[in-house]
């Protein structure tokens, strides 16, 4: 079964922005694009609002011109649009289940009650079962030129990970894009040294070599499955979303991942997660793992 790249949109410039990633996206790996509309039915007595069945009317309007826009622009790519009418983040992470990546604009908000890169969106991040993508405004296709990277993060050991760098290796191989993985390392506490791990450190050469073993052996299945993806190992000392956020400029997507399981007080996105979507100037793709 084929699944589409779904998009987002609520009449911002963010959400065009969006639109134009998606759509894309969708020619690189011929897929087809859904285009959503996802908002509150809400009776207008009750907010105060334009009449509902106006609402609804604006809303498929304003999906189908997305979408008739991204046809004209690619006549070969197959486009569809769709308003869902309902509470909005359930209404995005039922999207996004069904769809090979959900994509939003960053901090879009509509005329109407639609979906908001706020409150709402890091909601739709944290639930979603998908890789979630978000797009700023001022994104052009210039920031996918040649000599910018595919730039995804990696911790723990190969299975920690093995779901960003799917993402970033199979979005590289589409683009003819070079991939950096980059593993951030900082000194552990003195009481967090055991028997068995100072003998893996001993083993490795110190504390940069293990680290670099690591990375290594992650990224090794990935570089054998996608041959043709020019790849970068990179390793540094420092806190994870900052050593990240360093290497921004250089990139046209970075890649981070979020922990999939939910929690006592429900889905949570994530320190490194949360810091690189709020100050990433490119497109961040949000991988939820296991």
Same mark, same amino acid.
């Given at each position: 079964?084929?699944?589409?790249?779904?998009?987002?949109?609520?009449?911002?410039?963010?959400?065009?922005?969006?639109?134009?990633?998606?759509?894309?996206?969708?020619?690189?790996? %011929?897929?087809?694009? %859904?285009?959503?509309?996802?908002?509150? $039915?809400?009776?207008?007595?009750?907010?105060?609002?334009?009449?509902?069945?106006? @609402?609804? @009317?604006?809303? &498929?309007?304003?999906?189908?011109?997305?979408?008739?826009?991204?046809?004209?622009?690619?006549?070969? +790519?197959?486009?569809?649009?769709?308003?869902?009418? $309902?509470?909005?983040?359930?209404?995005?992470?039922?999207?996004?289940?069904?769809?090979?990546?959900?994509?939003?604009?960053?901090?879009?908000?509509? !005329?109407?009650?639609?979906? +908001?890169?706020?409150?709402?969106?890091? &909601?739709?991040?944290? /639930?979603?079962?998908?890789?979630?993508?978000?797009?700023?405004?001022?994104?052009?296709?210039?920031?996918?030129?040649? $000599?910018?990277?595919?730039?995804?993060? @990696?911790?723990?050991?190969?299975?920690?990970?093995?779901?960003?760098?799917?993402? !970033?290796?199979?979005?590289?191989?589409?683009?003819?894009?070079?991939?950096?993985?980059?593993?951030?390392?900082?000194?552990?506490?003195?009481?967090?040294?055991?028997?068995?791990?100072?003998?893996?450190?001993?083993?490795?050469?110190?504390?940069?070599?293990?680290?670099?073993?690591?990375?290594?052996?992650?990224?090794?299945?990935?570089? /054998?499955?996608?041959?043709?993806?020019?790849?970068?190992?990179?390793? /540094?000392?420092?806190?994870?979303?900052?050593?990240?956020?360093?290497?921004?400029?250089?990139?046209?997507?970075?890649?981070? @991942?979020?922990?999939?399981?939910? *929690?006592?007080?429900? *889905?949570?996105?994530?320190? =490194?997660?949360?810091?690189?979507?709020?100050?990433?100037?490119?497109? =961040?793709?949000?991988?939820?793992? !296991?």
């Amino acid at each position: 079964m084929t699944h589409p790249i779904t998009v987002g949109v609520d009449g911002s410039d963010e959400s065009r922005a969006a639109v134009t990633w998606a759509a894309r996206e969708a020619v690189r790996r %011929r897929l087809p694009l %859904r285009v959503v509309y996802a908002w509150h $039915g809400q009776p207008h007595e009750l907010v105060g609002g334009p009449d509902p069945e106006e @609402q609804a @009317q604006w809303a &498929q309007e304003l999906a189908e011109e997305a979408a008739r826009t991204v046809a004209e622009r690619h006549a070969d +790519l197959a486009v569809s649009a769709e308003v869902l009418v $309902g509470n909005v983040v359930d209404s995005l992470v039922s999207a996004a289940s069904g769809a090979e990546t959900l994509v939003l604009g960053s901090r879009g908000h509509g !005329a109407i009650v639609g979906f +908001l890169i706020g409150s709402v969106g890091q &909601q739709v991040i944290a /639930e979603a079962a998908r890789p979630v993508v978000l797009v700023r405004a001022d994104d052009r296709a210039t920031s996918e030129a040649a $000599g910018r990277e595919i730039v995804v993060g @990696q911790q723990g050991g190969p299975d920690d990970s093995a779901a960003g760098l799917q993402f !970033a290796f199979e979005t590289a191989a589409a683009r003819r894009a070079a991939v950096r993985v980059v593993r951030a390392w900082s000194l552990p506490l003195l009481f967090a040294y055991s028997p068995g791990s100072l003998k893996l450190l001993d083993e490795a050469g110190g504390l940069e070599p293990f680290e670099k073993k690591a990375l290594a052996e992650a990224v090794k299945p990935w570089s /054998e499955r996608f041959p043709e993806v020019p790849v970068t190992e990179y390793v /540094e000392m420092g806190s994870a979303g900052q050593v990240l956020l360093s290497l921004a400029a250089r990139a046209q997507l970075m890649v981070v @991942q979020r922990r999939a399981e939910r *929690s006592a007080v429900g *889905s949570r996105i994530g320190s =490194v997660a949360h810091a690189v979507m709020h100050h990433a100037p490119c497109p =961040v793709a949000v991988v939820p793992h !296991a």
